[in-house]
Structures are given as structure tokens and as C-alpha cells.
């Protein structure tokens, strides 16, 4: 089965259509999409900016990470549960849409980033954890944190638009990079 | 009453270019999300700190005069993307129901976060009650939630 196919059948389901067509409920999760932004990324945001040294300095890292990130993932839940809801609702469009595409990959590589930094240099904190001067490794993985997720919520905001969408006519690398099809047409 | 100050917004030239510029509105707008995580950031290190639900070992003065300037420069980005967005699409704003909203609670949000969540932040905490700490994270996050939640809704009504 194709992705075409197969989404097209998931689009058709009746959970699909109730909830693009749902006046209240696809608002909501669309909100709550955008508002656990706050809770998520404002949170790793200032997680990335005490690695970088930029920001509550005094705090030692590990208190941060141990008293900020469990609420930052509570938030990346209601972050991913409303997004797959939003994907849901109109699966054929973001599936073949070039900046959902790219947000999924950077989110790939946000996680590696992450993964990194928790089993490398966050392994010897107790070396910098009240240092107002954090190692090289660790402010890499926070400016490299920073860039990832800004270029996701960018990502992000632009799939609303259909400038690339395969129901029109595109350039040959956008019908490759989406994955446009003749069933489009 | 307001209306034409709305019409006149509308005619600017910075809100006819973003107009009817493809790509303007989008790039602000993403700017404007950015900015809207950074000061959420901003405000729940403090209000969550305030609350007594993370960081409780950590005294909150220091830790607010820290993230003051993380504050301040998000609002600064979130008012000046904001005000060209608006510039943009003044008249549909004067029309929808949450943007008014929105605007009400903005002018509330911002002078409470700036007079009295500034001053029970910075106060000595034995002098000031920790019930105080967690009545003003209460209204501080209800009170830019409800910017956030409404300034959502103007894309909708």
C-alpha cells in the first residue's frame, strides 16, 4: 500500500472527519498544540540557555534538570499527543507536505541531540554543575538545541500554509520532497 | 469609536506591505511562536519556582532578577511582532471577539507581572508568605494563559 493510499483510508475514517469537521474540538487541540509550546520548549529553551551559561547561572545544572525537565516532558506529551490529533485530522495533506516532513526529521535529530548530551558530558556534571562556565560539548548540545527546535516550531507554523502542497503544479525537487504523486490529480 | 484608529492602522504602509507580501505575515507569525515560547520559559521558571512545584531549593530573588532580562526581551519581541501583525489585519482584529480579549488581559498581565509579581519575587521570603508566592504564580500563569488561549482564537472568530 502506498502512503497516498494509505492515508487517504485514514482520512476517511470517522474519527478523521469528525474531528476536521468538529467546530470546537480541532480549535482546542490546535490550541493546546501551540500553548504547551510554553511548557515544553520555554522550559528546554532556559534548560539551553544555562548550558550556554546565558541564564540562571546560579542555578547548578543538575538542579535544573532534575526540577525543570520532568515538567518539559510533561508538556512534549501534550505536545505530541495534539499534534497526532492534528495529523489525524487531515493526514493525506501534512504526510505529503515538505515542512511536516522536515519538522518530523529535526525532531529525529533533536532527540539524537538530546541522547548525546544525557549519556556524554551531562555523565561527568558533577565536574561543571555549579560552574559559571560550562564544557565546549555542553554548550554545543545547547545551541544546537536551540537551532533544532526553532527551525521545528518554524517548520511548524509553515505547514498551515499550501504554498507546496501536491494538488498544484511544483518544482521537481518539492513533488520529489513531498512525495507528490498522480493521485493527487 | 476605536474603529477609525483601526482603518488607519489597516493604511499604514508596514501593515499594507506585510499584506500583501506572500511570505511576510508567515515569517513574523513564526517569530511571534518563538517569542511566545521564550517568555512562557521565562515566566514558569519563576511562577512554577513561586508555586513551590520546582527548583524549591533555589531562592526565588536571585533566580527572577536572573530570568528578568529573558522576560523583558521576549515581551519586547512578542509586542513589536505582535503590533505588526495587527498592523496587518487591523479591521478583521476590531471585529473578532478574542482579540479584545486578548488585549484586555495583555494590559492586566503585563502590569501585574511588572508591579506586584515583580515585588513579591524580589521580596525577602521570610517576610512574605509562601501563600502569597503561590497566589501570584496562580494568577500570573491564569492570567497569560488566557492572553495565549485567546490570542489563539483570533485565527478562529
Not at chain 1, 9 to 30: C, F, H
Not at chain 2, 77 to 102: A, D, H, N, Q
Request: proline share 4%; with cysteine; hydrophobic share 55%.
Amino acid at each position: 500500500m502506498t502512503l497516498f493510499r494509505f492515508t487517504e483510508w485514514l482520512q476517511n475514517t470517522d474519527g478523521s472527519t469528525a474531528l476536521r469537521e468538529s467546530i470546537l474540538v480541532y480549535p482546542l487541540v490546535e490550541t493546546t498544540h501551540v500553548l504547551t509550546l510554553t511548557l515544553f520548549l520555554g522550559l528546554i529553551a532556559m534548560m539551553d540557555l544555562r548550558l550556554l551559561g546565558l541564564a540562571m547561572r546560579q542555578v547548578p545544572v543538575t538542579d535544573i534538570v532534575r526540577r525543570l525537565l520532568p515538567w518539559a516532558i510533561g508538556g512534549f506529551v501534550l505536545s505530541v499527543i495534539s499534534g497526532v490529533l492534528l495529523f489525524y485530522s487531515s493526514p493525506v495533506r501534512f504526510a505529503h507536505n515538505i515542512f511536516f516532513r522536515y519538522k518530523l526529521i529535526a525532531l529525529v535529530f533533536a532527540g539524537a541531540n538530546a541522547w548525546a548530551f544525557h549519556t556524554g558530558i551531562y555523565r561527568k556534571v558533577t565536574d561543571w554543575d555549579r560552574g559559571l562556565l560550562t564544557p565546549r560539548r555542553a554548550k554545543i548540545a545547547g545551541a544546537l538545541s536551540l537551532a533544532l527546535w526553532a527551525s521545528i516550531v518554524v517548520a511548524g507554523r509553515m505547514i498551515a500554509y499550501n504554498w507546496f502542497d501536491c494538488d498544484k503544479p511544483q518544482p521537481a525537487i518539492v513533488n520529489v520532497l513531498a512525495g507528490c504523486s498522480g493521485d493527487f490529480r | 469609536m476605536l474603529l477609525p484608529l483601526f482603518e488607519w492602522c489597516e493604511a499604514t504602509a508596514l501593515g499594507q506591505a506585510i499584506r500583501e507580501s506572500l511570505w511576510l505575515f508567515p515569517v513574523i507569525e513564526s517569530i511571534h511562536l518563538l517569542g511566545l515560547a521564550m517568555i512562557g520559559g521565562a515566566l514558569l521558571v519563576v511562577d512554577l519556582r513561586l508555586f513551590g512545584l520546582a527548583l524549591r531549593q533555589q531562592p526565588v530573588a536571585p533566580l527572577a532578577r536572573d530570568v528578568h532580562p529573558w522576560l523583558v526581551g521576549s515581551l519586547a519581541v512578542m509586542l513589536t511582532t505582535g503590533i505588526m501583525l495587527f498592523l496587518s489585519e487591523s479591521i478583521r482584529c476590531y471585529y473578532s471577539p478574542p482579540f479584545w480579549t486578548k488585549m484586555e488581559l495583555l494590559l492586566v498581565a503585563i502590569l501585574f507581572t511588572f508591579t506586584v509579581r515583580r515585588k513579591v519575587a524580589l521580596a525577602d521570603e521570610k517576610r512574605v508568605g509562601p501563600i502569597w508566592g503561590r497566589l501570584v504564580a496562580f494568577v500570573s500563569l491564569a492570567l497569560w494563559f488566557g492572553v495565549g488561549f485567546s490570542g489563539r482564537w483570533i485565527a478562529f472568530y
